[in-house]
């Protein structure tokens, strides 16, 4: 009588089919709960992408010469050596949804020297042609080592996709170092140097995978940099020793040899990378 009432209450063996639905669902959860956004990370991550310029204008200043080139149809050859990428570091604050991020942008912008474009002003004390191919004023136009950027961010945590989908959201400010490459035609040295030239900003959306202690992530950026670049007619070498050459000019108060170059650069840009996180510092 025992027996029989104890088959009628205890359960009888699993099927090991369930048992092991059982344990995944198990383990999903576990890998979900392991790898869900908590702050207090670190991500420290690489990128590469591809950019669209918009088109804008150019102004050379120096003696004689005050001319402005309309219209340049800026080519960013993403993936032609040196290739676009980016390098960033992010730290996010615990318990909560608010990071930031120092990020450096390795674009780049060529002028097409077959271009027609309009002219405007004098070049040499005498005037401009209303239009000409950029390839009669300039041997080389580009920032190609290159359109720099590097931005102090913001960031905020948007409501997660599930456990392993984080989107986000960020504004930044900070400084364009481009790689300026220029020489005029019937001038004669060129400037061939990295550069600080003037403030730069972006905004960006983005959306992260997470898997355990890495993240993928795509992302749209808008960014500006504004431009003015001093003409050196200068070879130069390594970033800090150019910036270091750029400062003591400053300091001396000399003008560019060359005049100056301005102009704005205004671009959509395209990313995917992947970064390594660290682990939050474990609540006590």
């Known amino acids: 009588m025992a027996a029989i009432i104890a088959a009628a209450v205890l359960p009888g063996p699993r099927d090991p089919a ?3 639905e059982d344990a995944d669902a ?6 979900a709960e392991q790898v869900k956004y908590k702050g207090g990370e670190t991500l420290i991550a690489a990128y590469a992408g591809s950019p669209y310029t918009y088109a804008s204008d150019l ?5 004689g010469t005050d001319m402005t ?7 960013g050859k993403a993936f032609d050596d040196p290739i676009y990428y980016g390098v960033r570091v992010a730290r996010w604050f615990t318990d909560s949804r608010i990071g930031t991020m120092i990020d450096f942008t390795h674009s780049k912008a060529y002028a097409p020297l077959e271009q027609e474009v309009k002219l405007s002003g004098t070049k040499d004390g005498a005037a401009l042609p209303p239009q000409a191919k950029i390839g009669d004023l300039f041997h080389k136009l580009e920032f190609t080592h290159g ?13 997660a996709l599930g456990s392993f989908i984080s989107p ?11 790689h300026t490459e220029v020489q005029l035609k019937g001038v004669r040295g060129r400037t061939y140097e990295y550069q600080y030239v003037g403030p730069a900003a972006q905004v960006l959306i983005g959306i992260e995978v997470r898997v ?3 993240s993928y992530f795509a992302e749209y950026k808008f960014t500006a940099a504004s431009y003015s670049a001093p003409l050196e007619n200068r070879e130069g070498s390594w970033l800090p020793l150019d910036l270091w050459h750029q400062a003591w000019r400053w300091m001396s108060g000399q003008p560019p040899e060359g005049g100056w170059a301005t102009t704005t ?12 996180r660290t682990l939050p510092a474990a609540t006590p």
């Open 26 to 31: 198990l383990a999903r959860a576990a890998l």
């Open 69 to 75: 080139v309309h219209g340049i149809d800026w080519e």
């Open 168 to 178: 986000y959201v960020g504004v930044g400010v900070g400084a364009a170092l481009p």
């Open 18 to 20: 369930e048992a092991q």
């Open 212 to 214: 355990p202690r890495l």
């Open 147 to 159: 359109h720099n950027m590097l931005t102090l961010n913001m960031l905020w945590r948007l409501p």
């Open 59 to 63: 102004r050379i200043a120096r003696p």
């Open 265 to 276: 650069l205004v671009s959509h840009q395209a990313i995917g990378g992947m970064g390594f």
